[in-house]
């Protein structure tokens, strides 16, 4: 065996320890799931060697799971679609138009990576509280949508397209939004795709700002949603791993079906924040 071969086979076997190291917590909570009270507390082995679907038809029957899907998906998409709408156009501008303190709008937008988001929330729940929005879905989603990120990768892309391409549009009669939407975008669906799926994501996960601005059970979403099983059922493990399963799925499919995009999203956010 050569020595390229073996420092191979050695790398393989610490990504595959690393890989099983990170999977158990979810088989683990899977199996909790599919076995009754009893035989969880009876201090089961770590097989799956039961099949019981009582608790996910106890969570999908007696909790809010479906309304706290349905308000984890309506936040989470006008969220996407409003980050990445402004954020190209703002980018856009930076990038192509010349108007005074253009420089000065893009450092601070550089700038606002210094401010920690929670150090935002006393101001922005006072802010939603003012113009009556705690508890519902704008109150959600407002706060939200300060995503510098996507700013600076649209600006990197725009910057990158040679002028020509727009002083042909402009000659022809094109205006700006005809460069944006008919020109520039479908040159970037890639990008626009990564930063979709990855704001999709972080949206969905998020857990602080939906519990602070939310009290209204049926205004929860699915992380908020999670907190009150314990309230209703007592300890129940297998309620408990069934309903942060069902929570998890979407955010787990989407990754297996867009995995590709995803990283390629993780690795433009690190680049830019780097």
């Known amino acids: 065996m050569t020595a390229k071969r073996a420092r191979n086979l050695a790398f393989s076997g610490i990504v595959l320890i690393a890989a099983m190291i990170w999977i158990f917590p979810l088989y683990w909570a899977l199996t909790t799931s599919l076995r009754s009270e009893n035989r969880i507390v009876s201090n089961a082995g770590v097989f799956i060697d039961e099949l019981n679907f009582s608790a996910y038809v106890d969570v999908l029957s007696t909790s809010k799971l479906p309304i ?88 990197q892309f725009f910057d990158a397209i040679p002028m020509e391409m727009r002083e042909a549009v402009l000659l022809d009669g094109g205006g700006e939004f005809t460069l944006l939407f008919r020109l520039y975008l479908p040159l970037n669906w890639g990008i626009t795709a990564a930063l979709a799926i ?58 297996l079906i867009f995995q590709k995009r995803v990283t390629e999203a993780v690795m433009i956010s690190a680049g830019v924040k780097g």
């Not at 969220?79 to 303190?101: D, H």
């Not at 150090?119 to 519902?136: P, R």
């Not at 205004?219 to 309620?239: C, K």
């Open 68 to 155: 706290w899907y349905l308000n984890s998906v309506a936040t989470s998409l006008i969220t996407t679609a409003i980050v990445l709408l402004t954020g190209m156009m703002c980018a856009y501008a930076l990038s192509q138009l010349r108007f005074p303190g253009r420089k000065a709008l893009y450092l601070l937008v550089v700038a606002s990576f210094m401010v920690p988001v929670p150090a935002l929330y006393v101001a922005q729940f006072i802010l939603m509280s003012d113009l009556g929005l705690v508890n519902t879905w704008w109150g959600i989603i407002l706060p939200q949508l300060i995503v510098p990120v996507v700013v600076i990768v649209y600006k």
């Open 198 to 255: 990855i704001t999709f994501i972080t949206t969905w996960n998020n857990f602080f700002w939906p519990f602070l601005i939310v009290t209204s059970e049926s205004m929860m979403t699915i992380p908020v949603g999670i907190t009150q099983v314990n309230d209703s059922f007592g300890v129940a493990y297998a309620r408990m791993m069934a309903l942060a399963l069902l929570a998890a799925a979407p955010v787990i499919i989407g990754y």
